[in-house]
């Protein structure tokens, strides 16, 4: 069974351009989770999504945004990049409800030049 | 919003030895989970935690719910290079993870 997939695995913009991320889940999970991995630095929650709403959002600008789909894969937007949004995306997919386990794709790496 | 106090954030070991580390919360989880992360990767579950007391084990790896749902400790046991890595807690829902602690391992 394949497990969370993230695309592109990197990818290269310029800053003020605009980046798509991709993620789709295990299948039958419907929560898909968005972190911000900065070099050497902890796991910083951007969004929440969980059967095509989302439930939660962390403290980020609203150039940060994303959705979910029926199919429950899920797509974060990055608008007007900044030199600083340089990091590991990475999205986690669960069952919905609160006894249950995460599972980490293998991340986006965003470069911002 | 809700935030996990994760210690120590880094350690230094001799191969062979023990390592443990903690997470506390202000919040009430029903879930805590623990993972490991290599450079430039996306993190692995190790270890799920169901129960308010719950003790699980996964090979060298131990884990403990705390009884008041608001803390978890890791240990590792008889270290070896491998486990070189940074260690995050996550307590569920939503997924809320500690800042993490960097293990390196000396042989």
């Known amino acids: 069974e394949a497990g969370v997939t993230q695309s592109p695995t990197h990818l290269i913009k310029t800053r003020g351009q605009q980046a798509t991320l991709r993620c789709s889940p295990i299948?039958?999970?419907?929560?898909v989770y968005w972190y911000q991995q900065a070099l050497g630095l902890g796991l910083q929650f951007l969004l929440w999504?969980?059967?095509?709403?989302?439930?939660n959002r962390g403290n980020f600008p609203p150039r940060f945004s994303g959705r979910q789909f029926p199919n429950y894969s899920s797509e974060l937007n990055v608008n007007a990049l900044e030199l600083e949004d340089s990091a590991l995306y990475l999205c986690?997919?669960?069952?919905?409800?609160?006894?249950?386990?995460?599972?980490f794709g293998q991340g986006t790496r965003l470069t911002v030049v | 919003g809700q935030q996990l106090n994760q210690s120590p954030q880094s350690m230094f070991i001799q191969e062979g030895e023990d390592v443990s580390m903690n997470c506390t919360s202000s919040?009430?989880?029903?879930?805590w989970l623990w993972y490991k992360q290599d450079p430039g990767e996306g993190p692995v579950l190790l270890i799920a935690?169901?129960?308010?007391?719950e003790l699980t084990s996964n090979g060298r790896l131990t884990a403990q719910f705390g009884i008041t749902r608001k803390d978890s400790f890791l240990n590792i046991s008889a270290s070896i290079p491998s486990d070189v890595g940074i260690y995050f807690c996550?307590?569920?829902?939503?997924?809320?993870f500690g800042k993490g602690t960097r293990l390196s391992v000396i042989a």
């Open positions: 986690a997919s669960s069952l919905g409800g609160q006894i249950t386990e995460a599972f």
């Open positions: 299948s039958g999970h419907t929560s």
């Open positions: 999504y969980d059967e095509g709403e989302e439930r």
């Open positions: 919040s009430i989880f029903n879930t």
């Open positions: 935690l169901y129960k308010a007391g």
């Open positions: 996550a307590g569920l829902t939503p997924l809320v």
